[in-house]
C-alpha cells in the first residue's frame, strides 16, 4: 500500500523483484570465546515473501535471536563471524555488502523490534528523539519535522495524546506502550521486512494480545514481510502463515501453520506443541519435554535432539539426520520425519 | 527537586557545623595538651617575656581558661568564633597578623586553578584511555593501559613532582628559552616553580601531575561504563537503526557514560585537595593546601579551621553539584 | 564545552602576562644591557613585618636594612659599627650615651630624620601593649619597666588562671630624650660599652610620622630613609619590587631595583636559580655537590663564615650530667668531620670556642683538646667520671625543625659509637621544646643554637649562661663568670669591655655547660650577570642575600 | 565504588564465589608476579635477617653515601646512606615498619567500617543516622589531610625504641580517616541483604540480631570490602611515604620506606640516586603489586566487568 514507491535500486544495487524479499540460505554463525568455536547457528534457511508472516519457534539458545541479529547485521563481531550461508533481499546477499550499504539496509529495508523496550531504548533521550533520529539520519529531515513524524507514527501505533506524549522519556511509559514505541520507531522508514524478536515475551497477557494484533495490524496495512521470533508456539498460530522451528541452531522443520501444527514432522515439534496449554486439553497433564537444551558447546552427536527425543533409536546417535520432506512445503530434519508426519511414531 | 536541594543544603550545613566544632575542638585539645601557641609570635631561639606572652594571647582569644583544661571543649571562644565568622572577620593569623580573608582571596583561586588543570587532564586522559581499552577489551591494548594506569596510579604524586622539579624542570626550561624567548609562554611553563607574575602558565604543569591522580580509578570507571553501553540493548537498537559508528558514540555513548564520569570526579576531589597539598608545597604555589599544612604544622588555629571548613565545603558542595548533575544527566533520577 | 572555553582563557592570560612583562621589561631594562643598572631578583622567605621593630626575623631584616638606613652601618670586613645616619655617639660613662644625628636627612616622603624620629620608633616597640618581637632590645633602657610592667597580684585577677596586667599609663621611654633636633641622650639601667654596636639592628630604626598615622599602609609600602624604596606595595604571598631611591643622600646603589620572590617554608630556589630566574641562592646539601662538582657554576659561590652556631647543651640539673669529665668525654667522642659529611661537607664548620670567629671577640678557640675527635680520651674520661649508667639511653632532646633531626641523629651516632652507649633522640615540636628547654624538664643533652643580635662577643655569652642557674636553660652558674661580665659590661672602652668578655668565655670553656659543634657557613651561589658580590656576615638570611647597596649587574 | 554490588547470597553462592575468583586468579600471570613480589615484600618485612647480616643501626658519620660501586658484594652491597649506615639492612629493615603500619591501618579500618557499616544497616533508625553523620563529617577530610592535621596537632615526644611506638601515631590517624570507605559498602550491601528471604527466614526461626548480622549478613558485605582492600593497603603505603616526607610520618632515626624517600629525595639531585631509586623502586613495586593484585580480585569478585 505505501505511498511512497521506493526506488529500491538506489539504496539496494542489483535487486530483483522477482526473487524472494529476504531468503536466508544455510546460514552459519559461530562465537568465539577464548580460542573455542562454538557454533550458535549451524545451517538456517528459510524463505519470506512480500506480505506474509514467517514465525521463528525454538527454545532459548537454540540460534534464533542470533539468526536475526545475522540478518539485520547486528551481531557483535567479535566474538560472533558468520561463516557461511547467504542473507538475499531481493535477490541480493547482503552479507557481501559494504558496511556502508548495510547501513542503508537497516531501518529502510529491514527493521527489528526488540523483546525488551526498556532496555532496548535509551533512557536518556526522549522517545521523540529516537524515533526522530531515523527521519534525520536517513532522510536528513529537520529537528522540527522529525518530532512531527514521530508524533504520527506513535499516533499509528496507538499510543494516545500521542502528541503530548512524545518528549517523554522510555522509562514514564508502560511496558506495552514502549513496546508500541519500539514498534513504531521500527515502522518509521516503511521497511519491507519487520522482525520481531520475541516481541511480547516481556509483557502481561492481554497486553500480549494487543501487540500481536498490533503487528498483524501494520503487517497487512502495509503489506510487510514480517519475521516473528518466539519461544511460544501459542503465539504464532492466529498470526503466522509459515513457521520455522529450530533447535540447536538449526532448522529442524518448515511448514505452514496449519501444516505443522495438524501434523508436525519433527519429534520436536510435536513435544512443543503438546506443551501448549489448550482449551481442548483441559484435565489431562501437560507434557514437557525431558532434559535440557543442549550445550552449544557440547551438542552431541548424531541428531542434536536423540537424547531428548522419544521416538529415538541406535542411528540417531550415530548419523546426522537428512533434510526429508513428508509433504509439499514441509520439511523436517528427522530420520523418522515421515513416521512422525503420519503420525506412526 | 526543589525540596530535594533544599533537604541536601540543610544536610551539607549540618555536616559542616559539626566540622566546624570538630576542628575547633582538635584545636582546643592540640593547645591544651601542648602548650601555648602564643609562643609563636616571637619566633626565633627566645624566650618571649611573660607580659608580652599574655598580651599576645590576649590579642588571639587564647586567654580563655579553658585552654588550661585538657578535655574542654572551650564552648565559649567557639561561640565568640561563630559570632566572629558570621559578621565576616575570619580573624588574623599568629605569625604575621595577617587578614585570613585576605590570605583566602590569595589563596582559593590559585587552587583553583591548579584543580582546573587537573580536572582536565584527568578526564581528557581516561576518557581517551578508557574508551580506548573498552574498544580493545581483552586484548593487548586493554592490558597495557590497565597496567600502565595502574603504574601511574602507584607511583606517590609527589615524587612525579620532584622529579620533575629536580631532574627535568631546569633543563626543559633551559632549552625552551632558547628557541623561544624567557619571556614567551614556552619559557615559563616549563618552569620548576610558580610564579605569581605568570599565575596560569607556570601552574600548569603542576595541574597535570596532579590529574593522574586516581588516573587508574577513572579510566577503569571510563571503561567499564563504556563496556556497558557499547553492550546495552540501546546501542544494538541504534546499530539496527542503520546510525553511523561515530553518531552511536557521540548520542548514545558518551552522555550515558557522563554519569560515572561525574561520580568519580566527585570522589576524586578530596584526593586531589590531599595532592595540592604537596604539589603546592613542593611547585611553591601560594594555595590552600600548602596554607593548611603551614597552619596546622605552626599550630595557627585559626588558620586550620577556616582553611579546612573552606576544604570541607568545596567537598561537599561539589558531592551536592555531582547529586544535582546526575538529574540533569539522567531523566530516570527525579529527587523526590 | 566549558572547559575547553577556560584552556583557551588560559593560554590568552598566559600571553597577555608575557606581553606585559615583556612591555615593562623594555622600559626598565630589565635586560640590563650594558652600564649597570638593572633588577637583581632576590629570593625572600615570610616576611613578618616591615616597620622597624616588628620583623626580629632574618627575612624582615633583609628588607628593612635596605629600606631603612640605622644610626650605624656595621663594616663588611672587620664588622665593627660605621656611623651612618649618626654623627657621632658618645659617653663618659658607658651608661649615658649622647647620639647625634647627621644633618639634611629625610624619609622618602620628605619627613626630616630627627631626633624624634627614632624616639617615636624606639617608643613604639619598647610600649608593651603593641607586642612587638623587638621589645626586649630595650629592656637596659631607663623606662622600659614602667613600659613593660609586672602582673597584677593575683589575687586580683578575675579567672585564677589568667594573669592580668595594670594598665601601662605611659606611652614614652623616660630613658630617651630628645636634647635638641638633631641630638638624643639615652639613659641606661647599667653600664653597657656594647650599645653603639646595638644601634644597627633594625630595632633602632627611625620611623616617619605619616608611617604611625597608618601603619597597615606603612606595613605594605615602607616609608624608610635607606637607598631603597617601595613605589609599589609589597606582598608578603608574593613579594615585591624596590626601587633606588632618587634623592639618597648616601653612596647610592649601582643597580636600579630589586625584586624580592617569595619562596615559603619548604620551598628551594635553587631550580629557579639555576634557570637564571633568581640571582642568588643557597643549595641544599646535596645541590650544593652538584654545583660544587660544576667547574663553570663553582667560580661563582660565596664561602664564608656565618655567625650562627649550634651546639650541644647539659642539663646541669640532672645528676648524671654533674662531672665535667661527662661533658668533655661525649664532647670528645662527637666526630665533628663525620657528622658534617652526613649532613654535606662545607655548611658547617666545626667549632671549638663559644663564640666563633666572625664576631668582634671572638675566635679564641677556648674549647681546644675537648672539642677535638679524640674517642680513646673520650672514653678514659668517661672511666674517670665512673662511666655511663649501665642500659640507659642517652637521651637527646631536639627541635623538629629543618635538618636538626639529621645533623642530631649523625651526633647521636658518633657518640654511641665512640662510648658505646645506646642513644635515643627525642624530637620535639619547638614551642614544647622550648618550654621544656626553659623549666628544665630535660634529662639528656639538648640542641643549643644561636644567632647573634649584635656584633659583640657579649651577645653570645650574657644572654645564654647568665642570669643564674634558675634563669638559662642549662642550669648552669658560676660566680667568677658572672663577675666577669658585670666588669666587662663597665669596662672604659670597647677594646677593653671585648677582652674581659673573652676571659669571661674561657671561665665558661673550664665548665662545659655546653659543647660547641658547629659554627655556620655561608654557601651563596650567584647568576652570572652579577658582580662585585659581597655577603654580609651579619643578618644575611639563610637562604642567600647579598650587600645591594654595592652589587652591580654586568651583562 | 558504585560498580560493586552484593551478589545473591546463599551460602553456596559464596563459597563458589569466592572459589571461582581463586580460579579465576590462579591463571593470570600478572597475578602470580604479583603475588610473588607481595610475598617476598613479607618475607623481607617478618624476617629481615635473611636478607642481611648487617645492623642497620651501626652507622658512621665518616662513611656516609658511600656509592654501591662493588654490586651485591663486599662490605655494603648498596652501599651506605646518609648517615654512613648500610644502606641495604636499612632498606630491608625500614621494610617492617612500613608493612606493620599498612596492615594494622587495613585491619583495623575494615572492623571499624564493617561494625559500624553492619549496625547502620541493620538496626537503621537513630543509629544509622549518627553513623551516617560521622561518615559524612570524615568523607569532607581527605585522609591525607586529617592525617597531617591530628599528626602535627599532636605531636609531641615520639620513642622510637619499639616498632609499636614508632607505627602507633600515624597508625591511628590514618585510620581514623581510612574506615569510611569500608562502612559506606558495608552498609549498602547491609540494607540490601537483610530483607532477603533466607534472613528473613533466620529472623523467623528466632536467630538473634547478632547471630544474623554475623553469620547471614557479614558474608556478603565481605565481598565488596574485600575487592578494595589489596588497592588500599597500596594507597596507605604511599599515604605513609607522603607523611614521611612532610617529615610527620615515622619519625627518623626509626626508618620505613617514606622515611628513606624523604632522605633519598634530599640526596638523589646531588648524583646518589640510589638513595632515591632503591626505596623508590620498591615502593612502587609493592604498591603496584597490591593494585594489580587488587584489580584482578575486584574483576574476579565481580565478573560482569571484565
Known sequence: MSETVRVIGDTLPGADFNAPLLEVDDLRVEFRVRGQRIPAVRGASFTLEQGRTLAVVGESGSGKSVTSQAIMGILDTPPATITGGAVRLHGVDLLEQSEETRREVRGNHIAIVFQDALSALNPLWSVGFQIGELFRVHRGTSRKDAKLKAVELLDQVGIPDAKNRVGDYPHQFSGGMRQRVMIAMALALDPEVLIADEPTTALDVTVQAQIMRLLKRIQAERNMGLILITHDLGVVADVADEVAVMYAGEVVERAGIRDAFKRPAHPYTKALLRAIPRVDTVGQELEVIRGLPPNPAKLPGGCPFHPRCFAAEDKCATEVPPWIEPAEFHGSRCHFAEEVYTDER | MGRYVIRRILQALLTLGIVLFLLHYLMALSVQIRGNPALLFFGGDRTPDPAMLEQVERLYNLDNSCYERVGDPCITPFVERLQDYVQGDLGTTLNGNRDVAQLLSIYIPNTLRLFVFSVITLVAVSMVLGTWAARHRGRFIDHTVRGTTILADSIPVFLILLSYVYIVAVPLTRWARGIWGTESFMGQVFRPNYNPDYPWTTIIIPGIIVGTVGLATMTRLIRASQLENLGSDFVRTARAKGLKPMRITIVHVIRNSMIPIVTGIGFLFAFMLSGAVLTEGVMGIPGMGRMIFQAVQRQEGNLVIVGLTVSAFVVVFVSLIVDLLYAALDPRIRYE | ?555 | ?306
Open chain 4, 1 to 306: 565504588m558504585s560498580e560493586l554490588t552484593a551478589p545473591v547470597p546463599t551460602t553456596e553462592r559464596q563459597a563458589s564465589l569466592w572459589s571461582d575468583a581463586f580460579r579465576t586468579m590462579r591463571r593470570r600471570p600478572d597475578v602470580i608476579i604479583a603475588t610473588l613480589v607481595l610475598l617476598l615484600v613479607f618475607a623481607m618485612a617478618a624476617f629481615p635477617r635473611l636478607f642481611t647480616d648487617k645492623d642497620p643501626t651501626q652507622c658512621l658519620g665518616r662513611e656516609a653515601r658511600l656509592r654501591p660501586d662493588t654490586w651485591f658484594t663486599g662490605d655494603h652491597p648498596l652501599g651506605t646512606d646518609a648517615f654512613g649506615c648500610d644502606f641495604a639492612a636499612t632498606l630491608v629493615h625500614g621494610t617492617r615498619p612500613t608493612i606493620a603500619l599498612a596492615l594494622s591501618v587495613i585491619v583495623a579500618s575494615v572492623v571499624i567500617g564493617l561494625v559500624l557499616g553492619i549496625y547502620a544497616g541493620y538496626y537503621g533508625g537513630w543509629l544509622d543516622s549518627v553513623i551516617s553523620r560521622a561518615l559524612d563529617v570524615f568523607v569532607v577530610i581527605p585522609m591525607l589531610m586529617g592525617a597531617i592535621l591530628i599528626l602535627s596537632l599532636f605531636r609531641g615526644r615520639v620513642s622510637t625504641e619499639s616498632l609499636v611506638e614508632t607505627i602507633a601515631a600515624p597508625a591511628i590517624a590514618l585510620t581514623l580517616f581510612g574506615w569510611m570507605e569500608f562502612c559506606r559498602y558495608t552498609r549498602a550491601a547491609t540494607l540490601e541483604t537483610k530483607n532477603l528471604d533466607y534472613v528473613i527466614a533466620a529472623k523467623c526461626l528466632g536467630a538473634s540480631d547478632r547471630r544474623i548480622m554475623f553469620k547471614h549478613i557479614l558474608p556478603n558485605a565481605i565481598v565488596p570490602v574485600t575487592a578494595v582492600v589489596p588497592t588500599t593497603i597500596g594507597g596507605i603505603i604511599v599515604t605513609e611515604s607522603a607523611l614521611a616526607v612532610l617529615g610527620i610520618g615515622v619519625q627518623p632515626p626509626a626508618t620505613s620506606w617514606g622515611v628513606l624517600l624523604s632522605d633519598g629525595t634530599e640526596w638523589a639531585g646531588g648524583g646518589y640516586v640510589y638513595l632515591f631509586a632503591w626505596p623508590l623502586g620498591l615502593l612502587i613495586l609493592t604498591v603496584f603489586a597490591f593494585a594489580t593484585f587488587g584489580d584482578a580480585l575486584r574483576d574476579a569478585l565481580d565478573p560482569k566487568l571484565r
Open chain 3, 1 to 555: 564545552m566549558r572547559r575547553m572555553r577556560m584552556t583557551v582563557a588560559a593560554i590568552a592570560a598566559a600571553g597577555l602576562a608575557a606581553a606585559t612583562a615583556a612591555c615593562a621589561g623594555d622600559e626598565g631594562d630589565v635586560d640590563g644591557e650594558g652600564d649597570g643598572g638593572g633588577v637583581i631578583n632576590m629570593q625572600i622567605g615570610e616576611v613578618r613585618s616591615l616597620i622597624p621593630g616588628g620583623s626580629g626575623e632574618s627575612e624582615g631584616y633583609r628588607i628593612i636594612k635596605n629600606v631603612y638606613d640605622g644610626l650605624v652601618y656595621y663594616d663588611i670586613e672587620t664588622g665593627e659599627p660605621e656611623n651612618l645616619v649618626a654623627e657621632e655617639i658618645t659617653s663618659p660613662d658607658n651608661q649615658t650615651w649622647t647620639i647625634k644625628i647627621k644633618d639634611g636627612l629625610t624619609f622618602h616622603n620628605g619627613e626630616p630624620v630627627n631626633a624624634d624620629a627614632f624616639i617615636r620608633s624606639w617608643d613604639r616597640t619598647a610600649y608593651a601593649p603593641n607586642a612587638l618581637p623587638l621589645n626586649y632590645f630595650f629592656g637596659t633602657f631607663e623606662g622600659y619597666a614602667e613600659m613593660n610592667p609586672d602582673p597584677l597580684p593575683e589575687d586580683q585577677w578575675a579567672d585564677p588562671e589568667v594573669p592580668e596586667y595594670p594598665e601601662v599609663a605611659t606611652t614614652h621611654l623616660s630613658g630617651v630624650t630628645a636634647v635638641d633636633d638633631l641630638t638624643i641622650e639615652v639613659k641606661l639601667t647599667a653600664p653597657f660599652i656594647g650599645f653603639p654596636t646595638m644601634l644597627g639592628y633594625e630595632a633602632f630604626y627611625p620611623v616617619a610620622e605619616e608611617c604611625l598615622a597608618d601603619l597597615e599602609a606603612c606595613e605594605a609600602t615602607p616609608i624608610g630613609n635607606g637607598p631603597f624604596m617601595f613605589e609599589e606595595p609589597y606582598d608578603p604571598q608574593a613579594g615585591g619590587t624596590a626601587v633606588v631611591w632618587e634623592d639618597y643622600a648616601g653612596d647610592k646603589p649601582k643597580i636600579d631595583a630589586v625584586e624580592w620572590h617569595v619562596y615559603l617554608e619548604g620551598d628551594d630556589c635553587w631550580a629557579d636559580f639555576l634557570t637564571g630566574d633568581i640571582d642568588i641562592c643557597s643549595p641544599s646539601a646535596a645541590d650544593y655537590q652538584s654545583a660544587m662538582s660544576d667547574t663553570e657554576l663553582a667560580e661563582r659561590v660565596i664561602q664564608q663564615p656565618d655567625p650562627s652556631i649550634l651546639m650541644l647543651a647539659f642539663p646541669l640539673y640532672d645528676e648524671k650530667f654533674q662531672d665535667v669529665n661527662v661533658r668533655r668525654a661525649i664532647s670528645m667522642a662527637i666526630d665533628r668531620e663525620g657528622v658534617l659529611n652526613v649532613v654535606g661537607p662545607e655548611r658547617f664548620t666545626p667549632l671549638d670556642e663559644w663564640v666563633p670567629e666572625s664576631i668582634l671577640g671572638g675566635g679564641t678557640n677556648s674549647c681546644g683538646e675537648y672539642c677535638t675527635y679524640d674517642p680513646e680520651a673520650a672514653q678514659e674520661l668517661l672511666a674517670q667520671a665512673g662511666g655511663w649508667p649501665e642500659g640507659e639511653p642517652l637521651k637527646i632532646w631536639v627541635n623538629d625543625a629543618a635538618d636538626n633531626l639529621d645533623i642530631f641523629r649523625a651526633i647521636g651516632d658518633s657518640i654511641s659509637e665512640s662510648l658505646g652507649i645506646t642513644y635515643e633522640l627525642v624530637p620535639m615540636e619547638w614551642t614544647e621544646f622550648l618550654t621544656a628547654r626553659e623549666n628544665h624538664q630535660l634529662d639528656g643533652p639538648f640542641r643549643s643554637g644561636w644567632g647573634p643580635d649584635y656584633n659583640l662577643n657579649e651577645n653570645y655569652l650574657e644572654p645564654i649562661y647568665g642570669g643564674g642557674a634558675s634563669v638559662n636553660d642549662q642550669g648552669w652558674e658560676n660566680e667568677a663568670y658572672n663577675a666577669k661580665i658585670a666588669e666587662a659590661g663597665a669596662a672604659a672602652t670597647l677594646d677593653e669591655a671585648v677582652a674581659l668578655y673573652a676571659e669571661a668565655e674561657a671561665i665558661l670553656a673550664e665548665d662545659m655547660p655546653s659543647v660547641p659543634v658547629f659554627g655556620e657557613n655561608f654557601n651563596f651561589f650567584y647568576t652570572e650577570r652579577l658582580d662585585n658580590v659581597e655577603v654580609h656576615p651579619i643578618y644575611a638570611g639563610p637562604r642567600g642575600d647579598c650587600e645591594l647597596r654595592t652589587v652591580t649587574i654586568t651583562e
